[in-house]
Nanobody, 126 residues
Framework: QVELVESGGGSVEAGGSLRLSCAAS????????MGWFRQAPAKEREAVAH?????????YPDDSVKGRFTISLDNAKNTVYLQMNRLKPEDTAMYYC??????????????????WGQGTQVTVSS
């Protein structure tokens, strides 16, 4: 059973930065796709960034974060990070880390992720 624990959320002013961390435990010697997702009140959960643990491939499906957010992986620490720079009020949401076993042949859809963390709140004030 994979467990994911997020940390690093908080409140910042627009233009500020935060780094989210997702510590994974219970993983085995298989490759995973890991992702960061966010959900604002009254909105659907959306994918922010994906990374493949079997290599260094990343994918940012949300154009609004490209160039501002960076997903990275520290395999030694079993931790995935989301560096968020130049934050905007519209980035305010609950951020979730998720994982799913994958081969790296395609990026999973949100519904395919089957391990989820409890979430960490990010609030950006104008």
């Amino acid at each position: 059973q994979v467990e994911l624990v997020e940390s690093g959320g908080g409140s910042v002013e627009a233009g500020g930065s935060l780094r989210l961390s997702c510590a994974a435990s219970g993983t085995t010697d298989v490759t995973y796709c890991m992702g960061w997702f966010r959900q604002a009140p009254a909105k659907e959960r959306e994918a922010v960034a994906h990374i493949y643990t079997g290599g260094d491939a990343t994918y940012y499906p949300d154009d609004s974060v490209k160039g501002r957010f960076t997903i990275s992986l520290d395999n030694a620490k079993n931790t995935v990070y989301l560096q968020m720079n130049r934050l905007k009020p519209e980035d305010t949401a609950m951020y979730y880390c998720a994982a799913v076993y994958c081969s790296g042949s395609y990026w999973p859809f949100t519904y395919e992720y089957n391990y989820w963390g409890q979430g960490t709140q990010v609030t950006v004030s104008s």
